[in-house]
């Protein structure tokens, strides 16, 4: 879909939306679209009103104020059972006394009028090889595992071809490594039935591999949405920056603030020179900010070894690496810059020493490389 496309077609918009449980508000002033057949994320830690959002645009809640639309209408004061949506719940929520057939049948079941007993074995049939689960069907939910029971929750919810298909930390109960492997299986399904996901987590990890787009939140806000690479790439603050991907953060004041470049003085007293995000506002000069460095963009090298061409050079030893395959971490010891996290690729490691813990070396990276970012 090109640009112009998605923004003549949202599936969900939020217009000035907050809620308020007494005088909580858990979402506070959004404004949202999500265009039709994506795949969105809210991300945000514990608190911060994933739920509820999700909730509205459910219908479970109604909004204090401002609007919800689905597919262009205004579903404000409609009841949950009429809109066309449908959620899956964390804790999967089966009911235990219904074999697997019957679990995945019971929203057909509850139509008016409901549809005659061929058509519904037919569906269930379709869905249950959908979520790959052809032949669980006279199962009970207990006789299932953590993965094919949310494999069921799934099959239950897209029974009746909803327009959008919520997804409340649908993964949050299973363990890492069939984690990985529902998280490849929804990202399958979600392309196989083309309908918008909606997706709440408070794991980075499983947003940035998902979803085209992500909304990160904060105490009922959207702080920033974007594609995972633009979050990654161009955060809009301290705070964005921290929740997607690792990240070194240098604080300090900010001491000259042009287009090309913001220097800031640091509190080991270096001045150290980055640019800044896209979106975010040029920082004003006294105000609070740090450098935000990511770990491979990030230069090792032995001590005695020089780099003409960096921006900065910070000494230290090596406290620990840890091989990860593809690349090593290292935790190294500086002077006056605390623990600093370096990636190295494996690909630097075989024209380069690989080193060891004690070993004292050189850190450094060019400032075009990190970002200068509001301290918030
Ligand atoms: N029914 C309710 N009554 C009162 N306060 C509520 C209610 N539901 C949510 N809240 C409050 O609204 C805020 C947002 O809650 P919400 O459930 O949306 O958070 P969340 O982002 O989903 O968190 P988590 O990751 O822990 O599930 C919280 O402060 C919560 O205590
Ligand atoms: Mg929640």
């Keep these: 879909m090109s640009e112009q496309d998605i923004s003549e077609s949202p599936d969900i918009r939020f217009v000035g939306v907050s809620k308020w449980f007494g005088d909580v508000v858990a979402v506070d002033k959004i404004d949202l679209s999500v265009e039709r057949g994506a795949f969105f994320s809210f991300l945000g ?29 205004s579903v404000v004061g409609i009841p949950s059972h009429k809109r066309p949506v449908n959620m899956v719940f964390q804790n999967y929520a089966l009911f235990p006394h219904m074999n697997v057939a019957d679990n995945i049948a019971y929203g057909l079941r509850q139509r008016n009028p409901k549809p005659p007993k061929q058509e519904i074995a037919k569906r269930v049939d379709e869905t249950l090889e959908l979520v790959r689960l052809s032949g669980f069907g006279k199962r009970k939910s207990w ?16 029974i009746n071809h909803p327009t959008v298909l919520l997804l409340d930390e649908p993964l949050a109960a299973l363990d890492r490594k069939l984690r990985r492997e529902m998280q490849m299986e929804l990202q399958t399904l979600q392309r196989e039935v083309g309908i918008t996901f909606i997706l709440v987590t408070h794991d980075q990890e499983e947003a940035l591999s998902m979803s085209d787009r992500i909304c990160i939140m904060r105490e009922g806000q959207i702080i920033q949405s974007g594609s995972p690479r633009e979050l990654y790439d161009e955060p809009v603050n301290r705070y964005v920056a921290d929740f997607v991907g690792k990240t070194n953060f240098f604080n300090g004041k900010v001491v000259t603030a042009n287009k090309s ?16 995000s896209k979106g975010a506002p040029t920082p004003k000069i006294g105000s609070n900010a740090c450098v935000a460095v990511r770990p491979e963009m990030i230069s090792i090298s032995a001590a005695d070894e020089k780099d003409n061409h960096a921006d900065i050079v910070i000494k230290g030893h090596v406290k620990n690496r840890i091989f990860l395959g593809e690349h090593s971490e290292y935790l190294i010891v500086t ?25 004292h070396v050189s850190i450094s990276w060019m400032p075009e490389a990190v970002l200068v970012l509001e301290d918030t």
Aim: proline share 5%.
């Design 45 to 73: 830690p514990s608190g911060c009103g994933k739920t509820t959002s999700l909730r509205l645009i459910a219908g479970f809640d109604q909004p204090t104020e401002g609007d919800v639309f689905i597919s262009g209408t």
């Design 143 to 158: 006789e299932l595992s953590g993965g094919q029971q949310q494999r069921v929750a799934l099959a239950r919810a897209l």
């Design 261 to 276: 470049s913001i220097s800031i003085n640091s509190e080991s007293c270096a001045v150290l020179v980055g640019v800044k």
């Design 335 to 359: 002077e006056g810059f605390g623990d600093v996290l370096v990636l190295s690729p494996k690909t630097n490691e075989s024209n380069r020493r690989i080193f060891a813990p004690g070993d």
